[in-house]
């Protein structure tokens, strides 16, 4: 297992649509196991592969490990879609890809995703309050869609301007 770089705000291969996979394979459940330990090592409760760099419609999650218990609930999908949604919440979300930076973003309460999981096997699961954001959130990376492109057009341009200027101080 390996810790992978995350890509950070503004990066053109946060922006792609990224590929479905043709089959849950070695190498994909390599990359699936490879972000579950990027995650909890951030730590975050999600992440999809175009924040490691890797183009393709594969997210991980794990909603159970916060807090003081830390338990271990991960969840694998590849190609996930989002089947049903119920009702609206509003989350202040923030993002591995978008550091020291939160936002309040209307979601969708509750909702059913379909996708194949560590094994290739099609599953469905269903999730509400910061499960269901998470999904959204990390299905929104598949399609190259960031928080901040929920907020309105002043706040993402500020933003922005400031992510710039910390990647500029990196440097
Ligand atoms: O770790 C994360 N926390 C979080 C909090 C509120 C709403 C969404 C998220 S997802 C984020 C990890 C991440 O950037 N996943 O893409
Ligand atoms: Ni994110």
Redesign the pocket.
Known sequence: MAILPLLTAPDKRLKKVARPVERVDDAIRRLMDDMLDT?YR???????AP?VGVSRRVIVADVAYVGEEKRHEPIFLANPEILEREGELV????????PETQGE?TRSARVTVRGLNREGVETTLTGEG?LA??LQ??ID?LNGVL?IDHLSRLKRDMILKRLKKLKEDEN
Do not use: K
């Open positions: 995650m951030a730590p975050g409760v999600g992440l999809a924040q989350w202040e979300e923030g993002c591995l890809s978008v973003v910061l954001v998470c959130h990390e990376h928080f």
